[in-house]
């Protein structure tokens, strides 16, 4: 969309019944559906306005994802229920990235190997399921239960944090490495790092093109670091949430 010239001075936060709002001088924020915007967390409350108050002369609302994210979740324009999400969010191992893999060139095999089996072991422990990998192009057979475990699983978030970990996994190609990001075994680096190792590893041999790799790495970090941030204030304890405050 357009951007639009910056119409307010002060951002501000208030708790009305539906939860923390947002207030650009006087006026309160809407979503695109004219819903009052209100968020289920002050941090969230405090992120959100943080994006508003960073704008310029102008709003640029493609950077501002955790303002995106709580549209999402308060208009819910595809209209899914909790179930349709995390039966979205778990298609995705089907097409996991870190479970295909290449035999030729042997380099690049050697390295997804040493790279993505120590993710694929630990997400295996973590949740009590077998995943595997595949050299096939139809992939690993994931079997029902694996994917029952990881139903069950994603059942125990909400449907704020379920909008955000479906994000996630749509920035990563990757359900593996977003469970790892959200439950802090790898950083938000190491995950983007590790979905892109093939262009990665490309790149390395043949060089990139002059800023545009560069834009395109960080425009996906900061994507996938406000996905895992929306998450964790959408599902933490108010006990972090006031420690987070408070740092």
Same mark, same amino acid.
């Given at each position: 969309?357009?951007?639009?010239?910056?119409?307010?001075q002060?951002?501000?936060?208030?708790?009305?019944?539906?939860?923390?709002?947002?207030?650009?001088?006087?006026?309160?924020?809407?979503?695109?559906?004219?819903?009052?915007?209100?968020?289920?967390?002050?941090?969230?409350?405090?992120?959100?306005?943080?994006?508003?108050?960073?704008?310029?002369d102008?709003?640029?609302?493609?950077?501002?994802?955790?303002?995106?994210?709580?549209?999402?979740?308060?208009?819910?324009?595809?209209?899914?229920?909790?179930?349709?999400?995390?039966?979205?969010?778990?298609?995705?191992?089907e097409?996991d @990235? /870190?479970?295909?893999r &290449?035999?030729e060139?042997a380099?690049?095999? !050697?390295? $997804?190997?040493?790279? =993505?089996?120590? #993710?694929?072991?630990?997400?295996?422990?973590?949740?009590?399921?077998?995943?595997?990998?595949?050299?096939?192009?139809?992939?690993?057979?994931?079997?029902?239960?694996?994917?029952?475990?990881f139903?069950?699983?994603?059942?125990?978030?909400?449907m704020?944090?379920?909008?955000g970990?479906?994000?996630?996994?749509?920035?990563?190609?990757?359900?593996?490495?977003?469970?790892?990001?959200?439950?802090?075994?790898? @950083? /938000?680096?190491?995950? &983007?790092?590790?979905?892109?190792?093939?262009? !990665?590893? $490309?790149?390395?041999? =043949?060089?990139? #093109?002059?800023?545009?790799h560069?834009?395109?790495?960080?425009?996906?970090?900061?994507?996938?670091?406000?996905g895992t941030?929306?998450?964790?204030?959408?599902?933490?304890?108010?006990?972090?949430?006031?420690?987070?405050?408070?740092?």
């Open positions: 969309p357009p951007e639009r010239k910056r119409f307010y002060n951002v501000s936060i208030s708790q009305g019944e539906g939860g923390f709002e947002i207030n650009l001088d006087h006026r309160k924020l809407k979503t695109p559906q004219a819903k009052l915007f209100a968020v289920p967390s002050e941090a969230l409350a405090i992120a959100v306005a943080t994006e508003w108050d960073s704008q310029k102008t709003i640029k609302a493609y950077t501002m994802h955790l303002t995106t994210l709580c549209n999402t979740a308060l208009d819910n324009p595809t209209q899914r229920n909790k179930m349709q999400l995390i039966r979205a969010a778990v298609k995705f191992l097409t @990235t /870190v479970c295909y &290449v035999e060139p380099a690049l095999a !050697e390295l $997804q190997k040493n790279e =993505w089996d120590p #993710v694929v072991a630990w997400a295996e422990k973590r949740y009590n399921v077998a995943i595997g990998s595949s050299t096939s192009i139809l992939g690993p057979n994931i079997p029902a239960s694996t994917k029952e475990t139903v069950s699983h994603l059942a125990s978030y909400n704020w944090a379920l909008q970990i479906e994000y996630v996994i749509t920035q990563l190609k990757s359900l593996i490495l977003s469970m790892g990001l959200i439950d802090r075994h790898i @950083t /938000v680096e190491k995950a &983007v790092l590790l979905s892109r190792l093939e262009e !990665e590893y $490309q790149i390395q041999r =043949w060089g990139s #093109v002059e800023w545009a560069d834009y395109d790495l960080c425009e996906l970090c900061a994507r996938t670091a406000a941030l929306f998450v964790h204030l959408c599902s933490e304890s108010s006990t972090v949430k006031h420690k987070l405050l408070q740092d």
